[in-house]
């Protein structure tokens, strides 16, 4: 059973920087392709970034240039890197692997809140 437990977030202005980790145990990490979700308040949670088991990434359109995401198979760790953060990035993050629906293959962690504001 994989138990994932995100850490990191927090609140910040517009502008700012906020760098999420991502824990994993459980599984053999090094063979998913990993992925951040977020989910604001009153909607879906949606997948915002990815990264190969290969290291190839992939980003949200609404993130593409401002979040990068890493990968440290030996220490199980997935981190996302999100800088000029808005408004609109406020949210609850979590990781999990990707499976071929986009969706995520293990349960649930807690996530980690995200707030933008002045």
């Known amino acids: 059973q994989v138990q994932l437990v995100e850490s990191g977030g927090g609140l910040v202005q517009p502008g700012g920087s906020l760098r999420l980790s991502c824990a994993a145990s459980g599984s053999i990490f090094s063979r998913y392709t990993l992925g951040w979700y977020r989910q604001a308040p009153g909607k879906q949670r949606e997948l915002v970034a990815r990264?190969?088991?290969?290291?190839?990434?992939n980003y949200a359109d609404s993130v593409k240039g401002r979040f990068t995401i890493s990968r440290d198979n030996a220490k199980n760790t997935v981190d996302l890197q999100m800088n000029s953060l808005k408004p609109e990035d406020t949210a609850v993050y979590y990781c999990?692997?990707?499976?071929?629906?986009?969706?995520?293959?293990?349960?649930w962690g807690q996530g980690t809140q995200v707030t933008v504001s002045s």
């Open positions: 990264i190969t088991s290969s290291g190839y990434t």
């Open positions: 999990n692997a990707v499976n071929s629906l986009g969706w995520g293959t293990w349960s």
